[in-house]
C-alpha cells in the first residue's frame, strides 16, 4: 500500500493573513487649544513674579501682586540713593570740603611744617607727624581729631580743634580757632599757635593783635581796641 504524500509548503502552515487597518490620530487646532487651556501655570505672587507673565493674562490678584513688588522695588532703589547721597555729603563735608575740619588740619600741619620757629623746637619738617587725641589704635591717622563747630548769637561759625605733633627733637599741642563771619564765605583765623612744653607758646596767627576793620592804625590787645 503506497501513502501519497504532498509536499509541505508555507502558505499551508501560515494562517491567513488578514488586512489589519491602522488608524493615526491627528491633532486639530480645536484641540490644542483644549490642550493650552488645560495646561495651568502656576499663580503670580509678589515672591515669584519673574515678569515672564503678560500683564494681559494676570489676574486681578496676580496683578496686585506685580504692582507691590514693583513698588517694593522701586522703595528699595530709592532707599539706596539717599543712603548714597547721604555718604556722599558726609565725606564731602568732612573729608573734601575746602571748609572741612580735615582740610583744615591738612593746612595747619603744613604750616607748622614749614615755619621756622616750630621747627627750631620741633626738628626736622620731614620727621614731624600730626594726630588726634590717643586712642588705643597705634594707627595715627585713625585716632579723631578734637573739634567743635558752632554758631554764636551773630551767626558766626565757629571751628575750633586741636591736635598733637611729634618731631625728633620735641613733642607739642596746636591750638586752632576759625571763624567764618555772617554773610562770609570763608574761615578766617583767631588764633593758631603752638604749644610745647618748656618752651615759650608759639603764634601763627593771632586776630587779638591784627588791626580791625582794616584800619592800619587801629589792633586789639588784651581785649582792648588800641589806636
Known sequence: MKLLLRPITASSIAPPLRPLLV??????????????????????????????????????????????????????VVVGLVLTGGVGYFLYQ????????????????????????????????KKITAHGEETANKWRRARPIASTHN????GNDHLVMNFYV???LNNGVVHVHLIKRAGHHEFEYKYLFLNVKGHQRIYLENADTKPLNGDSKKFRLFGVNWN
Open 94 to 125: 568732612d573729608v573734601f570740603s575746602p571748609d572741612s575740619k580735615t582740610a583744615y588740619f591738612n593746612r595747619v600741619v603744613d604750616r607748622i611744617k614749614k615755619d621756622p620757629a616750630c621747627l627750631a623746637v620741633l626738628g626736622d619738617a
Open 23 to 76: 488608524q493615526r490620530s491627528y491633532a486639530t487646532h480645536r484641540d490644542l487649544g483644549k490642550n493650552s487651556t488645560t495646561t495651568r501655570r502656576k499663580a503670580v505672587t509678589p515672591f515669584n513674579d519673574n515678569g515672564f507673565v503678560p500683564w494681559s493674562e494676570l489676574s486681578a490678584a496676580e496683578k496686585a501682586s506685580r504692582a507691590t513688588q514693583q513698588t517694593f522695588n522701586f522703595g528699595l
Open 151 to 154: 554758631a554764636d548769637a551773630k
Open 166 to 168: 611729634e618731631g625728633p
